[in-house]
């Protein structure tokens, strides 16, 4: 149980275009999703928390406009990077939390490598 | 703000020798979690401590949290192959269950 997809899982862009990611839990619903960011050998940045029916909260220094995130339904999650540019190259994971679920433990989908040309 | 700080950033070992990853909070953590990620891969949730001074192990993984409940430890005893990827630990973060991430503990096997 709790499997979270990502899709997809690379994708090469050209300068100046968007790229949509998503992100769904496969076999229960999630309220809230976190989106983060992995360079090379570094550790997680968390980007944003996004809860279902609300806006996102983003975190400090995370460009909103630029990286919009859509939580439209308890089991789906999109973060759409916006006139991507070579420095938005990365690994974007998402992961998502058990409802009701007390711990904080994250189950995360496979991340997507973005790379922008 | 919060932070997470976790060392060595890598360790070496030869296949056999233990290994042990180290975390530190400078504040009091309600929890603490620990992460195993692949290369090439995403995070895996391992374990969540929570009361003071607890110790679990699972198979060869022996997790601590300190009696301040500020530090924390995970030791492998006797590595395999398998055990090779990044090993994070994160504490809680200010609110919505947010965590915050350890730098990670990259376990290379030695050839």
């Known amino acids: 149980g709790a499997v979270v997809s990502q899709h997809p899982s690379r994708v090469i862009c050209k300068s100046g275009t968007s790229v949509k990611i998503e992100c769904r839990s496969l076999?229960?619903?999630?309220?809230?999703m976190f989106w983060y960011r992995q360079f090379p050998k570094q550790s997680l940045m968390l980007m944003a928390t996004?809860?279902?029916?609300?806006?996102?909260?983003?975190e400090q220094g995370v460009e909103k406009d630029k990286f919009l995130i859509n939580h439209a339904s308890l089991t789906l999650s999109t973060l759409t990077v916006t006139s991507a540019h070579p420095e938005d190259s990365s690994f974007y994971i998402c992961?998502?939390?058990?409802?009701?679920?007390?711990?904080?433990?994250?189950?995360f989908g496979p991340g997507t490598r973005l790379t922008v040309t | 703000g919060q932070q997470v700080m976790q060392i060595p950033q890598y360790q070496h070992v030869q296949e056999g020798e233990d290994f042990t990853t180290y975390c530190n909070s400078s504040?009091?953590?309600?929890?603490i979690q620990w992460y195993k990620q692949r290369p090439g891969g995403h995070p895996v949730f391992l374990i969540q401590?929570?009361?003071s001074g607890e110790v679990k192990k699972q198979k060869r993984l022996t997790f601590q949290f300190g009696e301040a409940k500020k530090n924390s430890s995970l030791h492998i005893t006797a590595t395999q192959t398998t055990d090779v990827g990044t090993y994070f630990c994160?504490?809680?973060?200010?609110?919505?269950?947010?965590?915050?991430w350890g730098a990670g503990t990259k376990l290379i096997i030695k050839p």
């Open positions: 994160a504490g809680p973060g200010d609110s919505n269950y947010q965590l915050i």
């Open positions: 504040t009091t953590l309600s929890n």
């Open positions: 401590l929570v009361k």
């Open positions: 992961s998502a939390r058990l409802p009701g679920q007390l711990s904080y433990e994250q189950y």
């Open positions: 076999d229960f619903q999630a309220t809230t």
């Open positions: 996004s809860n279902e029916g609300s806006k996102a909260t983003y």
